[in-house]
């Protein structure tokens, strides 16, 4: 079944460095990959998807992520990270009717 | 501006109470989701309606049962609530195609004492 894997469950980042968040999947042909972040204490937010064509995808926030099917993998990425930045973040893949989240990874940027 | 509004934003009851925890889109999505969430688990899908009255169960479903009278609206009922059901309810919504963003509500974080 299609599914996705978050490595790092946590992250540490200065205010300004850069990000890269791993996302790996498991999947038969082409699948469709999303970003999402969740804010403290709010739901998820759509970042970015792909599903064809471009394998870099460029998302709202400054955000962006490159699939690249050779490694299974959909890191997202950001050049220079703020600190309202801090949240969580999450892969998925739809499944069905449905939508497999990884389990998150959960980003905090220090000053 | 797309929409999915959650009934409460916080919520504590007691073990042993009926719980309802309701969902409304803006979007006229057929697909609407109830998902709980956890530290360390991540999203675990309870329930998911693909039209009026209909359901399927996700991968928790034990202890839940849901309604979907109208295309909108989409309940969550724990018939008698246990402190093992404490946790943050997230609603969503999407359309039919495989690629549709789902829609997440602000989400509600249930406390059973």
């Known amino acids: 079944a299609q599914s996705v894997t978050q490595p790092d469950i946590h992250i540490t980042v200065s205010e300004g460095a850069s990000l890269e968040l791993r996302c790996n999947y498991s999947?038969?042909?082409?699948?469709?990959l999303f970003w999402y972040v969740q804010s403290p204490g709010q739901g998820l937010q759509l970042l970015l998807k792909y599903f064809s064509g471009d394998t870099l995808v460029q998302g709202i926030k400054g955000f962006e992520a490159e699939f690249k099917r050779s490694q299974s993998s959909f890191n997202l990425r950001k050049p220079s990270v703020h600190w309202s930045d801090a949240a969580e973040y999450f892969c998925?893949?739809?499944?069905?009717?449905?939508?497999?989240f990884g389990a998150g990874t959960r980003l905090t940027v220090k000053p | 501006d797309v929409k999915v509004t959650q009934s409460s934003r916080y919520l504590v009851k007691r073990t042993g109470e009926k719980v309802f925890l309701e969902c409304v889109q803006d979007?006229?999505?057929?697909?609407m989701f109830w998902y709980r969430q956890d530290p360390g688990l991540g999203l675990r899908l309870i329930y998911f309606?693909?039209?009026?009255?209909?359901?399927e169960k996700g991968d928790i479903p034990e202890g839940y049962s849901v309604s979907r009278e109208k295309k909108e609206r989409f309940s969550l009922i724990l018939e008698s609530a246990s402190t093992n059901q404490t946790s943050m309810y997230l609603c969503?919504?999407?359309?039919?195609?495989?690629?549709?963003?789902?829609?997440f509500g602000p989400g509600t974080r249930l406390t059973v004492l």
């Open positions: 999947y038969g042909a082409t699948p469709y």
């Open positions: 998925a893949v739809p499944f069905n009717n449905d939508m497999r």
């Open positions: 969503a919504s999407k359309g039919v195609m495989i690629a549709d963003t789902q829609y």
């Open positions: 979007m006229d999505h057929e697909n």
């Open positions: 309606s693909y039209d009026v009255k209909m359901k």
